[in-house]
């Protein structure tokens, strides 16, 4: 059997074996881009607030997403802890959307390495 949902750009698809419950409604976000230039704009933004050691940071995820075969795993690491420093640091909440764009953008990227990234950045 042959089962076809068409385009979805602009929908969930959630395949569940059983039933399923959602409260709340669902949601999503589509970043444009290439995970290389949501890199590129966080270093960009970074620097533009002063916070030269966590451009540093990111500049090496930047590096990582340029090889031929980024290591998802060392991206998320990295992510993980810049996303902690920013956000002790009280910078994500004072930027705004200028992080949380390219941050959650990354994040998506990774899939479930990225998680713990966007917890960060929803709590």
Not at 17 to 26: E, K, L
Not at 33 to 52: F, H, I, K, M, Y
């Amino acid at each position: 059997m042959t089962f076809n949902i068409g385009n979805q750009h602009a929908a969930n698809i959630n395949n569940v074996g059983g039933d399923q419950t959602i409260h709340g409604g669902q949601r999503g976000t589509v970043h444009a881009g290439e995970p290389n230039d949501w890199a590129q704009s966080l270093v960009t933004r970074l620097r533009a607030l002063g916070l030269q050691d966590e451009a540093a940071e990111a500049e090496l995820i930047r590096a990582e997403l340029a090889r031929s075969q980024p290591d998802r795993e060392a991206v998320a690491t990295r992510l993980e802890r810049l996303t902690g420093a920013l956000t002790s640091a009280g910078a994500i909440a004072q930027a705004g959307q200028s992080l949380h764009g390219p941050l959650s953008a990354l994040a998506g990227w990774l899939g479930a390495l990225g998680a713990p990234v966007m917890q960060a950045l929803s709590g």
